[in-house]
């Protein structure tokens, strides 16, 4: 029978009553007495010298608060990177500043040249229209290729080249993996592009900033899904200001994949306006000004080498790929394409020579950065479609390759630097073949022909490494943050408990899954026990939340604060039943004494804790609130596999998705439903990458795909309903739940999937098509038939 409360349970999301209801808080929902409101005023070219800046006209309109230019920030810090990268010769990336607004150069479209705060939206709008802007156009880097090519312009003057950093890993691999590809049987090569996407979370960003010049305290209101780590990023490394005299609220969010991550622009404006002008401050982003704002995510182009021996073994992987970084380094980019990316180009597969080379571009477009699944979705994409392409080149089939390579024993170290505690690759591909029925394929492939369409099916594994730590070794990687995370336990005098975590909630349902957690560790009901997250000032210091660590990592910490909790109040028990504390049991929300019919309910406990009539203080402190810090030993490492069945027309190139499968090990699960729901939306994102989204600029920087109108955005009736499983469990064994993450495998195992459904449907009409690149539009797939 299915559970009904605690760990294992599908309980229904409380958070959603107040977001079904319409009553939820977001940033754009608070406004502060007083306040005025910004318009940034953003450049219209890719890349120009600003001459100058007359305001004049501009300064004298109704409303206007005051204007702001980069001449206002000379002496203040730029937006910080918070990840170092080290190249293969030893030298570090070459890094940029990144001005909160553009001093003497505008670098991408939607740089922001000047902010105009005023009493309203629409008065800081009139006002930009005023302001002349003296700018001499300059040519724009845009292709990551001829970005490298002597004698193109840089993007940035003060640096001697586009190239952020050239990345060898393993580099000491380079000459075996070079002379294995030279002798081996077969060599399957592919080109391939991970293209540029924009995130599109529900709510675009916002911030409001405010300060109380009594007490010299900064407030920030933000849509962020780390706001601690924004309180120390801006407050120590842009703005000067210490860390207790800035709060970062970041309420209710809508969405994040990844692009709510960094720190803005806008944030460390917003905040330092305030207090020049004596108001508060609110910027709500546009839809369209999110386009040009918000970090993008992917944009790789990259050659991948697979060398197989005789018997069809892998016996090394090469691949190069360019990166794009764009115009500025965004807080996390430049670990995206490196350590979340080459670490994983080893797969499910016993492949026992990998190299992997990266050079990141600077470019004058907007910055990428992380996009759900970071890093991993463009290793999976590159490892499973080069293992489909050399199945058909050798004329196998692409599950038995699969099967073959497989690691199987476990722990696994990989030649690219991780281990892997546990998997069953041969279980999860089991339970694919189960659900997708594979066996009776045919006969839907010949339905499918008798109304003229054809018909393909793509399978594929994916792995990901989750829970992104321990700090020690992010640190030597180039991290310039602990990733860490933290919880704090109070408990009442009454029994409930409120848990502060850093881990942020934007969509994840944290207020539903880790109360789970807890009442079951206790015994008590779910609703005894209330999440708190998102402000800096009733919250310990955390990393937030991204890269599927929120359970993982963040729970664990929950986990220690409630076993500290527990310990204390086995003691208060004992003493309260004259027992010796070994001898304490907590059961079902009770504790008892072993062996007896002696017990006390958690409730009567807590009482004690607050009211210590019974027990003695020299032994035991009043209260029962606990902090606890977990910072992993190992990331946590998912894994599935999925399978694709198309539709294409012949006629017209579309493409149609008839079923989507997905069979995840995702070690113990907490809540299925939220976890199933994870995976959905995923697999929309995936789904959206493969076949319809595409964030474009022409030659001059100009971006293309601005709005709704030219980026297609994936909708109902571009999707099937999905057919997820996740009974596949290897347990994670070093954290204290056995979880490994779900938040991004949907989004990592569908791309490849189908593309590689795409390639087969054409190849079965007798089409000779190797590879289409993403998104593979019904223009792309009807010319590729054409030849």
């Known amino acids: 029978m299915p559970k009904d409360s605690g760990i294992g349970a599908s309980t229904k999301r409380r958070e959603d009553v107040r977001f079904l209801s319409g009553t939820g808080n977001y940033t754009d929902d608070i406004n502060v007495h007083g306040q005025a409101y910004v318009h940034f005023l953003r450049s219209d070219v890719a890349h120009g010298k600003i001459n100058g800046i007359d305001t004049a006209a501009a300064a004298a309109m109704p409303g206007v608060v005051r204007i702001f230019t980069g001449a206002d920030f000379e002496g203040i810090g730029g937006l910080p990177c918070g990840w170092q990268v080290t190249d293969r010769h030893g030298e570090p990336m070459q890094e940029p500043g990144h001005p909160v607004l553009a001093q003497g150069k505008v670098r991408h479209v939607g740089d922001p040249i000047a902010a105009i705060v005023a009493d309203t939206y629409e008065q800081a709008r009139d006002a930009a229209e005023a302001i002349d802007v003296d700018m001499e156009d300059l040519p724009a880097v845009v292709d990551m290729k001829a970005a490298l090519e002597p004698g193109s312009a840089n993007v940035h003057d003060d640096l001697t080249s586009n190239l952020c950093y050239d990345w060898g890993f393993v580099e000491e691999n380079r000459e075996a993996v070079d002379a294995a590809i030279s002798g081996a049987a077969h060599v399957t090569t592919l080109e391939l592009v991970n293209q540029r996407m924009v995130a599109n979370p529900m709510e675009p960003r916002v911030a409001v900033g405010d300060f109380n010049r009594a007490t010299g305290d900064h407030t920030l209101y933000t849509t962020s899904q780390n706001p601690h780590v924004i309180r120390l990023l801006m407050g120590a490394f842009v703005l000067g200001i210490p860390e207790h005299k800035l709060r970062v609220v970041a309420p209710d969010v809508g969405g994040g994949f990844g692009t709510k991550i960094f720190h803005y622009a806008e944030e460390a404006f917003c905040t330092f306006a305030a207090k020049a002008v004596n108001r508060p ?16 995510g992917r944009d790789h182009v990259t050659k991948i080498e697979l060398a197989l021996d005789a018997e069809n073994n892998f016996v090394a992987l090469r691949t190069d790929t360019l990166a794009n970084m764009g115009a500025y380094l965004s807080t996390f980019a430049p670990s995206v394409p490196t350590w979340l990316h080459g670490t994983l180009m080893a797969g499910n597969y016993k492949t026992p020579l990998i190299y992997v080379n990266v050079k990141a571009v600077f470019t004058n477009t ?61 279980a999860t591909m089991d339970k694919l073949e189960e659900i997708a029925d594979i066996a009776g394929f045919a006969a839907r ?30 640190g030597q990687l180039g991290a310039r943050a602990g990733l860490y995370e933290s919880a704090t336990v109070r408990v009442n005098a009454t029994g409930g408990l409120v848990v502060m975590t ?35 000032a009733n919250a310990p210091m ?64 807590c009482l004690a804790a607050y009211v210590p009539h019974n027990y003695p203080l020299e032994d035991i402190e009043p209260g029962l609130e606990e902090t606890a810090f977990y910072d992993p030993s190992n990331f946590t490492y998912p894994s599935g596999a999925y399978a694709c069945e198309v539709e ?37 994102q995936g789904i959206g990458q493969a076949l319809l989204e595409h964030c ?18 994936p909708r109902a009736d571009d999707l099937p309903f999905y057919e997820v499983d996740h009974s596949s469990c290897t347990p994670c064994t070093h954290n204290p739940l056995g979880v490994k993450g779900c938040g991004e495998a949907g989004a990592i195992g569908s791309p490849p999937s189908v593309v590689n459904a795409v390639i087969d449907a054409l190849q079965s009409g007798g089409k000779s098509v190797a590879h289409i690149d993403m998104p593979l539009s019904p223009s792309r797939v009807w010319a590729a038939m054409q030849g």
Request: aromatic share 6%.
């Open 281 to 296: 401050v609110k910027w709500t982003s546009s839809r369209s000004e999110a386009f040009m704002s918000d970090a993008h």
């Open 366 to 426: 907007v910055p990428v950065d992380a996009y759900r699944g970071a890093g991993r979705p463009e290793a999976t994409y590159q490892l499973e479609r080069v293992i489909d392409k050399a199945a058909r080149e050798l004329g196998v089939d692409p599950i038995a390759l699969r099967r073959q390579n497989f690691i199987t024993e476990f722990p696994y170290a990989t030649p690219v630097a991780v281990e892997y505690d546990t998997g069953d690759y041969n």
């Open 445 to 474: 492939r010949a339905e499918s022909e008798k109304n003229g369409k054809l018909r393909g099916l793509g399978v594929n594994c994916y792995i990901e490494a989750c829970g992104i730590a321990p700090s020690n070794l992010v």
């Open 502 to 536: 850093g881990s942020h909630s934007h969509g994840q349902g944290h207020e539903t899954a880790f109360p789970q957690v807890i009442a079951e560790m206790i015994g008590i009901d779910e609703s005894m026990v209330e999440i708190v997250h998102g402000d800096t």
């Open 542 to 605: 955390g990393m937030g939340t991204y890269g599927s660590r929120s359970l993982a990592v963040g729970g664990s910490a929950m986990v220690r604060a409630t076993e500290k909790i527990i310990n204390k109040a086995r003691k208060i028990a004992a003493h309260l039943m004259e027992a010796a504390e070994a001898d304490i049991e907590l059961k079902d929300g009770a504790f008892s004494v072993a062996g007896t019919d002696k017990s006390v309910a958690w409730g009567d406990v």
């Open 648 to 684: 294409v027309d012949p006629e017209t190139g579309k493409v149609s998705i008839e079923r989507m499968m997905a069979a995840d090990d995702f070690g113990n699960i907490v809540n299925p439903m939220i976890v199933s729901g994870q995976v959905h939306g995923g697999l929309a």
């Open 696 to 713: 474009i600029y022409d030659d001059e920087g100009q971006l293309l795909s601005a709005s709704y109108m030219d980026y297609a955005m």
